[in-house]
């Protein structure tokens, strides 16, 4: 039953609309536990009812909702009093939606996500292609060069995915009926800081890298290599600083804008010496 409902998880997003957002895909993920709590049809048809209001949250991350839900539906089925048994669903259901739902946007979207672009030009310079740097090398690099860059960041990016999914949705089933279910699967706080640690790290090998192949390739002086070295590492170290200071991205895009409007007006340097 917890296979099937697995399976079905990864449509959560199929039925997704403006009204009740991930309502019907949950409803369907949740199915084959709902046919075999329920093997009545008026019961059944009560219980998907139940799931159609208003629900969203990470998709990956919906499996720990999904295993909790199931988990309560068997319990009231089995109860002498089930009205009082679902009385607590929705919010537990909404609590951990919530939950969740940040949780996922920081790991997946927030880390993992950038984190493919990056896998994919080290992968690339690894093995000796550097197109993604300099644009027309003599030499064509090989097909299987060329795919293992974006697969690398694919494999890491789906086997993070699925872990959640499978291991979310039996640690949820397991604990059913707790608003804080799951939650304490991971140290989600510090998997974020130690996602974002190693973003880090990898942008900094990028740019390593980038600018060591530009020195060696002496298309740039000694002095602009270093100027671009200074700019990059500044780049890096004030989103640094001002999410640690509980800035946005954005506020750090605003700083970088307007110190290029002033090196470029005042200062008269040309943006592609300067950037590229």
């Known amino acids: 039953m917890l296979f099937k409902v697995f399976i079905r998880s990864f449509f959560i997003q199929a039925g997704w609309n403006y009204e ?45 909702i999904l295993g909790n839900i199931a988990r309560m539906e068997e319990r009231a089925s089995a109860s002498a009093d089930p009205a009082a048994e679902l009385k607590s669903m929705p919010g537990v259901k909404q609590a951990l939606a919530s939950s969740f739902a940040s949780i996922g946007d920081r790991v ?3 880390r993992l996500k950038p984190m493919t672009v990056q896998l994919c030009l080290l992968v690339w310079t690894l ?15 090989s097909t ?17 995915a699925v872990y959640c999914r499978w291991r979310g949705l039996a640690r949820g089933y397991a604990c059913g009926g707790a608003s804080s279910c799951g939650l304490d699967f991971i140290d989600w706080g510090k998997l974020i800081k130690r996602l974002s640690a190693a973003g880090f790290g990898m942008s900094m090998a990028i740019a390593l890298f980038a600018f060591g192949l530009l020195a060696a390739s002496g298309s740039c002086p000694g002095r602009v290599v270093l100027l671009k070295v200074a700019v990059a590492a500044s780049v890096l170290a004030l989103h640094r600083v001002t999410r640690a200071y509980g800035r946005s991205v954005f506020f750090a895009a605003g700083i970088v804008f307007a110190v290029s409007l002033v090196l470029f007006s005042v200062f008269e340097l040309r943006p592609l010496t300067l950037y590229l």
């Open 20 to 64: 009740r957002f991930q309502s019907l895909g949950f409803a369907f993920s949740l199915m084959p536990a709902l046919r075999k709590i329920y093997p009545d049809p008026e019961r059944l048809k009560a219980a998907v009812l139940r799931h159609l209001d208003i629900f969203n949250t990470q998709p990956y991350m919906a499996s720990f």
């Open 108 to 110: 997946f979207w927030g």
């Open 127 to 141: 093995g000796g292609f550097y197109g993604w740097l300099f644009t027309g090398q003599p030499g064509r690099p």
């Open 144 to 160: 299987a060069l060329l795919l293992a860059g974006p697969l690398s960041g694919i494999v890491l990016y789906s086997a993070a």
